[in-house]
């Protein structure tokens, strides 16, 4: 009997139970985090009528709407996103353009990337990350057979990118146009570019960046600020200062929960671009290193489900959730390079932790979909077992 039972084969789960938990745990401590570091902004705030859970309240519905809309996008096949995808990616262009029009778009921080719908606001370059993923996917599918070219490969889509690219850059937002061009190219590279041809691409592409850098005043201080933030400490080194000192003061195991001092006015958006800075001084070294392992598994399960689905031959779907793979993993990158002095000031969120309606929304429709790659490959190795 006992034989038998080792004999009978295990069922195969329904979902991947891991990535399911790093998500709800990378909510969730985006959660407590996102209270703590917005406390003293939101009773010093007339616009949140000084009420300390002001941003706690905001973001808690923004999970329960996000949460929602990946319930409900997990119901649709791939083979349904992969049809739409063209129109969704349209769709994303068509609110870039609307986002720029003067008194429809909503400036904040010298930015236009706002849109106000019922009182609610929206992020239209957040939603074009996930359109981005499930069209340049779909793209490298139908052109699968001129990938080693670069007029009939590659040309094509470098068009479209580049109007978009140009949209995002009036709005101006750097920091998603380096995320996309990122999912972009790394979606072409899995799905058969020539690497001689990749390489090429990638050494233009970042002439192209510092060029963009090099011709904009205000990049150009972020990337001065960036590269010596103490020689100007209460200028355009303020920032990355603070959150040096955040990183400093946190050490091994951080100077606890809720008391961290740098979120009291001294570190500007410690609840939404500087939350790691935050993180990491009241939970310390070992809070980041549990964030940067939590992210690295769900990149990891991304790559494993594209490859497992890759193996059943059902390419649309494996380079889908690589490429979300690529979007959350790159855009964490950012984020904690920004945090850390790494990488230049930019106006990026961390995935799944930061406040933010528009990013926790874009994230879990992503992450929903490559739950929907995982359970129909499950689905048709169940299927074959039989």
């Known amino acids: 009997m006992l034989y038998a039972a080792l004999k009978r084969p295990t069922r195969l789960p329904l979902y991947d139970e891991s990535l399911v938990w790093s998500t709800v745990l990378l909510l969730a401590l985006g959660l407590v985090m996102v209270y703590s570091s917005s406390i003293a902004v939101a009773e010093a705030s007339r616009i949140t009528g000084f009420q300390p859970q002001f941003y706690l309240v905001r973001h808690a519905g923004f999970l329960v709407v996000s949460l929602l809309a990946a319930l409900v996008a997990f119901q649709f096949p791939m083979r349904l996103w992969q049809q739409a995808a063209p129109y969704l990616f349209m769709f994303g262009a068509f609110l870039l353009i609307v986002v720029l029009i003067p008194g429809i778009g909503r400036e904040v921080n010298g930015s236009q990337r706002w849109l106000?719908?019922?009182?609610?606001?929206?992020?239209?370059?957040?939603?074009?990350?996930?359109?981005?993923?499930?069209?340049?996917?779909?793209?490298?599918?139908?052109?699968?057979?001129?990938?080693?070219?670069?007029?009939?490969?590659?040309?094509?889509?470098?068009?479209?990118?580049?109007?978009?690219?140009?949209?995002?850059?009036?709005?101006?937002?750097?920091?998603?146009?380096?995320?996309?061009?990122?999912?972009?190219?790394?979606?072409?590279?899995?799905?058969?570019?020539?690497?001689?041809?990749?390489?090429?691409?990638?050494?233009?592409?970042?002439?192209?960046?510092?060029?963009?850098?090099?011709?904009?005043?205000?990049?150009?201080?972020?990337?001065?600020?960036?590269?010596?933030?103490?020689?100007?400490?209460?200028?355009?080194?303020?920032?990355?200062?603070?959150?040096?000192?955040?990183?400093?003061?946190?050490?091994?195991?951080?100077?606890?929960?809720?008391?961290?001092?740098?979120?009291?006015?001294?570190?500007?958006?410690?609840?939404?671009?500087?939350?790691?800075?935050?993180?990491?001084?009241?939970?310390?070294?070992?809070?980041?290193?549990?964030?940067?392992?939590?992210?690295a598994w769900v990149v990891l399960r991304a790559f494993a489900i594209g490859s497992q689905a890759a193996k059943l031959e059902r390419y649309y779907p494996a380079l889908v959730a690589q490429g979300i793979g690529l979007w959350i993993g790159t855009q964490a990158l950012i984020n904690m390079g920004v945090n850390m002095g790494v990488l230049p000031t930019k106006g990026l969120t961390l995935p799944l932790l930061s406040f933010g309606g528009s990013g926790i929304v874009a994230n879990l429709i992503g992450l929903a979909i490559l739950l929907r790659v995982d359970w129909e490959n499950r689905e048709l190795m169940r299927g074959r077992s039989v």
């Open 116 to 295: 106000r719908f019922l009182g609610i606001g929206l992020q239209p370059s957040e939603l074009v990350k996930v359109f981005v993923v499930l069209y340049t996917a779909d793209y490298t599918v139908r052109k699968a057979a001129h990938m080693g070219s670069l007029r009939k490969g590659f040309l094509p889509l470098f068009g479209v990118m580049l109007f978009v690219g140009a949209l995002l850059l009036s709005e101006p937002d750097f920091g998603a146009l380096a995320v996309i061009t990122a999912i972009a190219m790394g979606i072409l590279f899995l799905g058969g570019m020539n690497w001689r041809l990749f390489a090429a691409l990638i050494v233009l592409l970042l002439f192209g960046f510092l060029g963009l850098i090099w011709v904009s005043p205000y990049r150009l201080q972020r990337v001065a600020g960036f590269l010596d933030p103490w020689s100007d400490p209460y200028g355009k080194g303020y920032q990355l200062s603070h959150a040096l000192i955040a990183f400093g003061r946190g050490e091994w195991l951080g100077v606890g929960l809720g008391a961290s001092v740098e979120k009291l006015m001294y570190l500007p958006e410690a609840h939404t671009d500087f939350l790691l800075a935050v993180i990491a001084e009241e939970l310390g070294f070992a809070g980041v290193i549990v964030v940067v392992a939590l992210f």
